[in-house]
C-alpha cells in the first residue's frame, strides 16, 4: 500500500494553520485588553491607545477570515488535483497558440501566467477591502482606485519582464545540473538574491515612488552627524512620497559596501514633533546596521536555503556512486 502522501501534506498543513491559529486567537485576546500596559502609561495617551487598539482588532479580524479562505482553497486545490489539472490545460493553450508545449520551458511559463492571474483575481478582494475599507476607516489609506490599480498593473508587467528569464535559468540548471544540482541552484539563488537587492531600490522601487534628495537644512545636518559618529558611510539621503498611498510612516536604508543610502518617508517628517523625534527613528534603523542584524538575517536566510537544497545534491550524489538511478526532480 503507498504512503498517502497528498493526504499527509494537506494534514500537515491544517495542523499549522491551527497552531498559528491559535497563536492568532492569543494574540487577539491581548488586543481586546482595555487598559494600557504599565511599560506605556505616560509614553501614550489613552486616546492613541485606543486609536491603535481598534485598528489591531480590525487587522486581526480580517487575518482570520483571509487566513481560513487561504486554507480552505489552498487544500483544495491540492485535493481535488487541480494543479496537474491545470498543467495539462496549459500546455494545451500553448498548442492553440502553434507552440511546442513539450518545450519545459514554456510549458511553465504558461503555467505560472495561469497560476498568477488566479492569484491576482482571488487576492483582489481581501487587497481591496484591506486597503480601502480597514485602512481608510483608521485614516490610513491615502490612494485612490486609479492608483491601487496602476500599482498593480505596473507589478504584473515587472513580472511579465523578470520572471521569465529566472524561470528559464532555473529550469535550465535543473535540466543540467545533475549530481550538484541543489548545489548549483542554491549559488543562482544567492547571486539572485543579491542582484534583485541592488537594483530594486535603484531601478523598481522608484517606479513606484518618487525619491528626491532631503533639502539641505538642519534635519539633514543631523543625520548626517547621526552617521558620521556611527562610521556609517552614507553617501544619499532621499525622501519617498508615501504619502501618495498611506500616512504610515518610515524610514529605510539600503547598499553595499561603502554606498548607502538612507530613505525617508514624507509622512515620517510631516507627523514628527521635531527634528530630534526623526533622527530618533533613523537611530533605530542604524542600530539595525551597527550590530550587523540585516547581514545575520540574511546569512540565516541563505543557510536555511542551504539545507533544504544540500540533502538532495547528496542523495544524487549517493546514488551516482551506487549506479542508483534517481528520478528527476
Known amino acids: 500500500m503507498a504512503f498517502p502522501y497528498l493526504e499527509a501534506v494537506i494534514?500537515?498543513?491544517?495542523?499549522?494553520?491551527?497552531?498559528?491559529?491559535y497563536l492568532d486567537v492569543r494574540q487577539h485576546a491581548a488586543h481586546k485588553l482595555p487598559t494600557l500596559?504599565?511599560?506605556?502609561?505616560?509614553?501614550i495617551s489613552q486616546e492613541k491607545f485606543e486609536k491603535s487598539r481598534a485598528y489591531s482588532l480590525d487587522k486581526s479580524y480580517f487575518h482570520f477570515v483571509h487566513e481560513f479562505v487561504t486554507i480552505l482553497m489552498d487544500s483544495s486545490i491540492l485535493y481535488f488535483r487541480i494543479l496537474p489539472w491545470?498543467?495539462?490545460?496549459?500546455?494545451?493553450?500553448?498548442?492553440?497558440?502553434?507552440?511546442?508545449?513539450?518545450?519545459?520551458?514554456?510549458?511553465?511559463?504558461?503555467?505560472?501566467?495561469?497560476?498568477?492571474?488566479?492569484?491576482?483575481?482571488?487576492?483582489?478582494?481581501?487587497?481591496?477591502?484591506?486597503?480601502?475599507?480597514i485602512e481608510a476607516r483608521h485614516g490610513f489609506n491615502k490612494q485612490t482606485v486609479w492608483l491601487f490599480f496602476r500599482d498593480m498593473i505596473k507589478g504584473i508587467a515587472l513580472s511579465i519582464v523578470i520572471g521569465p528569464p529566472i524561470v528559464a535559468a532555473i529550469i535550465v540548471i535543473v535540466q543540467k545540473g545533475g549530481p550538484y544540482l541543489?548545489?548549483?541552484?542554491?549559488?543562482?539563488?544567492?547571486?539572485?538574491?543579491?542582484?534583485?537587492?541592488?537594483?530594486?531600490?535603484?531601478?523598481?522601487?522608484?517606479?513606484?515612488?518618487?525619491?528626491?534628495?532631503?533639502?539641505q537644512g538642519e534635519l539633514r545636518l543631523k543625520i548626517?552627524?547621526?552617521?558620521s559618529s556611527l562610521k556609517f558611510p552614507l553617501k544619499k539621503l532621499f525622501v519617498v512620497d508615501g504619502s501618495t498611498r498611506s500616512s504610515h510612516s518610515n524610514a529605510y536604508m539600503y547598499g553595499f559596501f561603502k554606498n548607502?543610502?538612507?530613505?525617508?518617508?514624507?509622512?515620517?517628517?510631516?507627523q514628527c514633533k521635531n527634528d530630534e523625534e526623526i533622527v530618533a527613528v533613523i537611530a533605530h534603523e542604524l542600530g539595525h546596521w551597527k550590530l550587523n542584524h540585516t547581514m545575520y538575517s540574511f546569512i540565516a536566510v541563505q543557510i536555511s536555503n542551504m539545507f533544504d537544497y544540500l540533502p538532495g545534491a547528496l542523495f544524487d550524489e549517493v546514488g551516482a556512486a551506487s549506479d542508483m538511478k534517481c528520478p528527476d526532480f
Open 11 to 21: 494534514g500537515f498543513m491544517i495542523l499549522m494553520y491551527i497552531f498559528e491559529s
Open 37 to 43: 500596559p504599565k511599560p506605556l502609561i505616560g509614553v
Open 224 to 227: 548626517e552627524n547621526l552617521a
Open 86 to 133: 491545470f498543467w495539462k490545460r496549459s500546455g494545451e493553450f500553448l498548442v492553440y497558440l502553434g507552440l511546442n508545449a513539450e518545450n519545459e520551458i514554456f510549458h511553465t511559463l504558461s503555467f505560472l501566467a495561469g497560476v498568477m492571474v488566479w492569484s491576482q483575481i482571488t487576492d483582489l478582494p481581501f487587497s481591496l477591502y484591506s486597503t480601502f475599507v
Open 182 to 215: 541543489a548545489i548549483y541552484l542554491w549559488g543562482f539563488m544567492l547571486i539572485l538574491s543579491l542582484v534583485m537587492m541592488t537594483i530594486y531600490p535603484v531601478l523598481i522601487a522608484p517606479l513606484f515612488n518618487k525619491f528626491t534628495p532631503l533639502p
Open 260 to 270: 548607502k543610502r538612507i530613505v525617508l518617508y514624507d509622512t515620517l517628517i510631516q
